[in-house]
T-cell receptor, first 115, second 114 residues
């Protein structure tokens, strides 16, 4: 069964450092997303990406965040200068289409710990 | 503001009993709803979805009910098993926006007792 894969599974970094989280969405999917989940809280939308550009972003997704699809398979989330409050699980997700309905497939997540 | 929320943060049921997890939503324009299951340390896993033109949808051991009048969504799990222990999130898909991102509720921790 196709799946969304994410690396690394866990990253520990010092405050102020840059972090890149990587995702390989399902191959025939067209829409890509990043969500985050602070420990014990709900899953929060960060950004959606389609046709090589950001479609929508939340207020969480400030100038410290950026996304990229550098090649045909990877989808990355970069945090330029990490803060303590960036510590969370970051989930990548993808779906085939936004026409009508469509299941959003999530990866297993990357746990970011900022010290 | 618009939100999706859950009535109860925790639910404990005996193995074999039926479970009912509830969710309230406030965006009356949302046209699609999904229930996700999240096991510890894992990503959300799709369980079942329902469109706003339906009141009920059944899957394998799960049923989702949608009451648009009171903006309420429920997930029923029949014959709950230990493997059902997880956090359950409802999510809505508002019609606005080009990429139709999901808005998640706060989650209910389901614990299945032996």
């Amino acid at each position: 069964e196709p799946e969304v894969t994410q690396t690394p599974s866990h990253q520990v970094t010092q405050m102020g450092q840059e972090v890149i989280l990587r995702c390989v969405p399902i191959s025939n999917h067209l829409y890509f997303y990043w969500y985050r989940q602070i420990l014990g809280q709900k899953v929060e939308f960060l950004v959606s990406f389609y046709n090589n550009e950001i479609s929508e972003k939340s207020e969480i997704f400030d100038d410290q965040f950026s996304v990229e699809r550098p090649d045909g398979s990877n989808f990355t989330l970069k945090i330029r200068s990490t803060k303590l409050e960036d510590s969370a699980m970051y989930f990548c997700a993808s779906r085939t289409s936004t026409v009508g309905t469509g299941e959003l497939f999530f990866g297993e997540g990357s746990r970011l710990t900022v010290l | 503001g618009e939100s999706v929320g859950l009535h109860l943060p925790t639910l404990s049921v005996q193995e074999g009993d039926n479970s009912i997890i509830n969710c309230a939503y406030s965006n009356s324009a949302s046209d699609y709803f999904i229930w996700y299951k999240q096991e510890s340390g894992k990503g959300p896993q799709f369980i079942i979805d329902i469109r706003s033109n339906m009141d009920k949808r059944q899957g394998q051991r799960v049923t989702v009910l949608l009451n648009k009048t009171v903006k309420h969504l429920s997930l029923q799990i029949a014959a709950t098993q230990p493997g059902d222990s997880a956090v359950y999130f409802c999510a809505e898909n508002p019609p606005s926006g080009s990429a139709r991102q999901l808005t998640f509720g706060s989650g209910t921790q389901l614990t299945v007792l032996p």
